[in-house]
């Protein structure tokens, strides 16, 4: 029940309708009986400072930052933590008192997510697809997670300047996925019908039986997973990623232990007939 006392977490994003965070959220507050609540606010690019300005003011909690702000949160902290520096992208916003934090916890989310699953990335090779924000973030995560070699491959590989990304070409990545243990799938190619082209080309046949097949999205099953479980292969798509950047939020804003098997139940309901 929302009350005078009630404190004000936010997901910030451009559009937000599609987020089910508020869902996470309502679960994790009422699991630790915590007297907030999170509100979704669809912000374009040039009202996003504004915003932020007002939560501020109203001493909220922080925020969830999500497309297109992400870059525009980080420069707008008085602090950032290791990752969201390293990275250059910021998607939780920590009101501390006066002061503005940025973190990224995508990053570490998408490691707490694989680990849960099983697929503890230490030691292994790893190859991920696209060169994008969350690709960055999770080279990040998996590089503080001590996993092996990272390949990286990328349509415009000149155009990357994090990492010294590979091209896109089918030698490459028959090579690539020869020799990983561990291949992520930071491209938004799952997320229509319309890129399965582009699933075609990736060589499964390559890969080590062991390999892990992980994506980052998390609405529908990538085919990519469905083809990759079909040969065998451990999957793990991005609701884990999602529940476990959303649990390192919690706990950056209330300082609690996150309830991660709530807030799972919670996104899996919400996420129900999408
Ligand atoms: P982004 O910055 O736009 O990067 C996308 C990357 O994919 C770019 O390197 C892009 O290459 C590449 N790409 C796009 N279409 C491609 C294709 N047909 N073939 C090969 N490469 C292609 O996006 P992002 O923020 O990194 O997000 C990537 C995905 O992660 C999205 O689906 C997003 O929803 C998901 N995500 C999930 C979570 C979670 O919590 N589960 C968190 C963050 C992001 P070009 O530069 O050449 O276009």
């Not at 997320?191 to 062991?210: F, G, H, N, R, T």
């Not at 232990?257 to 996104?267: H, N, S, T, V, Y």
């Amino acid at each position: 029940m929302i009350r005078g006392t009630t404190r004000v977490a936010a997901v910030i994003g451009w559009p937000v309708e599609h987020s089910r965070s508020p869902q996470m959220f309502e679960a994790a507050f009422a699991d630790r009986a915590i007297d907030a609540v999170m509100i979704p606010i669809g912000v374009p690019p040039e009202a996003f400072a504004q915003v932020v300005g007002a939560l501020r003011t109203m001493r909220a909690l922080g925020a969830s930052v999500t497309l297109p702000h992400k870059l525009a949160a980080a420069a707008l902290c008085d602090e950032l933590s290791p990752a969201a520096r390293e990275i250059g992208a910021v998607n939780c916003l920590h009101i501390d008192g006066e002061r503005l934090v940025g973190h990224n916890t995508d990053a570490g989310g998408f490691v707490d997510a694989l680990v849960a699953a099983g697929g503890d990335p230490a030691g292994k090779r790893c190859l991920i697809l696209g060169a994008g924000g969350a690709a960055r973030a999770v080279a990040y995560g998996l590089r503080q997670a001590s996993a092996g070699a990272i390949d990286v491959l990328a349509r415009a590989p000149e155009k990357i300047t994090w990492i010294q990304a590979r091209p896109w070409h089918t030698i490459e990545l028959r090579d690539c996925f020869a020799r990983a243990e561990l291949v992520v799938d930071a491209t938004p190619i799952g997320l229509s019908d319309s890129a399965a082209a582009a699933i075609d080309e990736l060589p499964l046949d390559a890969l080590p039986a062991s390999a892990w097949v992980a994506t980052l999205v998390y609405h529908r099953r990538p085919v990519l997973l469905e083809r990759a479980a079909a040969r065998g292969h451990a999957i793990a798509d991005g609701r884990g990623m999602l529940v476990h950047q959303g649990a390192r939020a919690f706990a950056i804003w209330t300082g609690v232990a996150p309830p991660i098997e709530a807030m799972q139940r919670a996104l899996d309901l919400a996420l129900r007939g999408t």
